[in-house]
Structures are given as C-alpha cells and as structure tokens.
C-alpha cells in the first residue's frame, strides 16, 4: 500500500488528549500538535507528530500551514425522504410553532417516490455534506411508516453508511390514527423483523404527538431483543420520559435534549449515554437553544449532529451547527470542534474515527485557516478546504 505525508500542517487537532502542542503545555482534550505532519498508509492513520520528525513517505502532500481536524462525525441525520417542507419553514418563520405532526407531509412525499428518487436525494446530500467536511454520518428511516416502506428506507441507507438506524417509531403512521396500541405491536413484530437485518440501530420520538414513555421502552426493548442497539430522539419539545430512559436502556445517545430537569442531567452524567445536541432543529424551529454549558459542567459527553431533515433542520453542515452552539450555547470553540467529531464517534460508540491518531481511518478535513477556532470565529465561510476519506483526498484542490 502507497503511504502519503500530510504536512506543514498549521495546527492539527489529534483528539488525542496525550499528545501537547509543546512539552511544557497541559495536555488538553483535543490533543493539538503545531507544525504537524500525518502519515497516512492506505485507509488508516499510521504516524501522527510534528513535521520535523515525520518519516518518510512515497508521496508528500504540502497542507501550506492550513489546520487540520478529524472528518466530522454526523451521527443523526433523517436522509432518505422526498419532497420538501418550505411553506411549513415560512409558515414557522411567520409565528407558527412546530410539532410533530408535519412529518406527514414528508411520509406521502416519501412513500410516493421510487426507488431510484429516494437514492438520488440521498446520494445529493451526502456529497453536500462530504464537501463540508462529514465523512461519517448515521441516517434513519421514519418516512415510510409501513413495513414495505420503512424496509427500502433502510435497504437505500445502508447502500451509503454501516450507521443505520430503524425509526419506525418516528410518529404513529396516520394508516393507524385510531388504534396506536395497533401501531406499537406492527413496529415490534413485523416492521421489526423486515427492518433488523438492514440496521444497527434503534430509534423513537419520545414526545407528545409521538410515543410516550411506555410505548418508547416497549419498542426499544423489542429492537435490543432483536440485536439492535438503542438510541432516542429525547425532550425535544418539551420535559418527558426519554432522556431516563435513554440511561436507563443503555442507549448510545439520547438526541436534542432541550428540556432537562436536573435529574436528567444527572441520568446523562451518570451513564454512558451521549447527550447529542442538534442546533439546527432549535434554528430552523425558533426554539430555545439547549444548554451545552450545563451538561457539560455536569460531567455529561455531548455530541453535536445536523439532524438533517425536511422539517425541522435542513442543514447538513457540521461548521454551522458548531458556530451555533458556540454563539448560542455556551460551548467554546474546542468542545464544540471535539463534540462534533469524537463526540459523535463516541455516540455511534465508535473508536475507529473521529480521532487523528495511528490506527484510525484516515478522514481528515484541511481548513482554509491557520486553526480550528476559525469555524466558530468566522461563521458562514467555506472553511473546508480538503477532506480526505479512507486515504483519499476526495475534495479540493491540490495543496
Ligand atoms: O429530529 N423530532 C423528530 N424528528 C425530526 C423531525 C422530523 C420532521 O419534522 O420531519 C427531528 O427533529
Ligand atoms: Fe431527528
């Protein structure tokens, strides 16, 4: 396999807490080398430290002094949907609040497309996000809401990510308005069965207008029984069950986490549940900003994610999300850069990436700025030089 040295790297972001910009600094969470250099040999990472030591290689690839970060890691994202929601956004924008129910609109949309339709709107999005610097990302169904519906969603996902994640518990589908106990048993037995194989994870709206907390424990525990692991869509909109829950069923991440009591900031302290936090919903619906800030001081790991759907967040920009939660939520520029990569790594329960260190993939974003503070500092700007995939560079230009 061809090695390639990535180098005269500005500032480089490792993750790695070991590493120290110089040796007389404290080593901090982000693990910053100054003046650095990455080996990379075929997919992986196999060298990380300053230029002037880097060993050799077959090819050098001169950064010019640009920073470097880990690939983002978007681990919640809503991709295989048709259709879009702008008279619902202007409508918002206009006074309206939002709820739950304007997911309808997008599962006629989505039933009523083919195949080929959901795959194109799928492959568009991603790249929109690879360019921004995303080089993983989780991605549910939840716009089918029929066994058929719901089995293709996750059949076209899993074409694009190993992160796959059965929401068939998104909202009671409108075929079962009347009978939503009715509901509850299709998407623990049959929808289940079909969906199982196509995922790893299990998701559920824990909010009202969506499933309660004992219909929430009941569809997470039928997926754990069918190896698929929990993760929840959480106190979203208002105080309620989930984020407990979320701790209590070992869940991977509970998902907004925007209204918290106290004791469930302690739940997500307490546990190895990822609080994953995700502007864009509060953006997009002019709602209030959940606080960073106060998990964070709780001792809680917190991710950042798009949350990239037609309705209540369609944005799938990582850097706009961190710009936000630095503005709006109390987070400095280095917890929201290592919230958005190794954060998420960390809700995907994933060792492999969202850190620069020997071993992991080799997915790395080159930034048009001397620093990784940039993305916060200058908010808006097409930061995101380079972003290298498994070993390849797959967008910019030449350094
Ligand atoms: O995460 N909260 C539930 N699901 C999505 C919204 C989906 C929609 O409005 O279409 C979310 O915000
Ligand atoms: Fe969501």
């Not at 909010?207 to 106190?235: C, M, S, V, W, Y």
């Not at 995939?389 to 910019?396: D, N, P």
Request: hydrophobic share 40%.
């Amino acid at each position: 396999m061809s090695t390639t040295l990535v180098t005269n790297i500005g500032t480089l972001v490792t993750n790695d807490p070991t590493q120290t910009p110089t040796q007389t600094q404290t080593p901090t969470p982000l693990g910053l080398i100054h003046n650095a250099a990455v080996l990379i040999d075929g997919p992986r990472i196999a060298w990380v430290g300053s230029a002037t030591t880097a060993p050799p290689a077959d090819t050098a690839h001169d950064a010019r002094g640009r920073a470097a970060i880990p690939g983002f890691v978007d681990s919640h994202s809503h991709l295989v949907f048709a259709g879009d929601r702008t008279q619902e956004f202007n409508a918002r924008m206009s006074g309206r609040a939002y709820s739950a129910g304007g997911i309808r609109t997008t599962v006629a949309a989505t039933r009523a497309a083919t195949d080929e339709a959901l795959e194109a709107n799928v492959t568009r999005y991603l790249r929109e996000a690879l360019r921004q610097g995303t080089t993983t990302f989780e991605t549910k169904s939840g716009y089918g809401l029929t066994t058929h519906d719901e089995a293709r969603a996750l059949r076209i996902a899993s074409r694009h990510t190993e992160e796959v994640t059965y929401l068939g518990a998104h909202i009671v589908s409108p075929d079962y308005a009347d009978d939503p106990a009715a509901y509850v048993e299709l998407v623990t037995g049959e929808m289940l069965d079909a969906c199982a194989p196509h995922a790893r994870w299990i998701d559920v709206f824990c909010e009202k207008g969506a499933f309660d907390g004992d219909q929430a424990r009941a569809i997470l525990t039928a997926g754990k029984a069918k190896g698929l692991h929990p993760r929840i869509h959480a106190n979203q909109l208002s105080y309620g069950p989930g984020v407990q829950l979320a701790a209590e069923l070992d869940a991977a991440s509970a998902d907004h986490c925007t209204h918290l009591t106290d004791a469930d900031v302690d739940a997500l302290a307490n546990s190895d549940t990822v609080a994953t936090l995700l502007p864009g919903a509060e953006f997009s619906t002019r709602a209030a900003w959940p606080d960073a800030r106060r998990l964070l001081d709780a001792g809680a790991t917190v991710a950042l994610s798009t949350d990239c759907n037609p309705g209540s967040s369609f944005t799938s920009s990582m850097p706009f999300c961190i710009a936000l939660a630095v503005r709006d939520m109390g987070m400095t520029p280095d917890e929201a850069i290592w919230s958005a990569t190794a954060g998420g790594a960390q809700a995907l329960r994933r060792t492999d990436i969202g850190r620069i260190t020997p071993g992991a993939r080799a997915d790395l974003v080159l930034l048009d700025a001397p620093s990784h503070v940039h993305l916060a500092y200058r908010p808006g700007v097409p930061l995101v030089s380079e972003v290298w995939q498994r070993g390849v560079r797959t967008t910019g230009h030449a350094g």
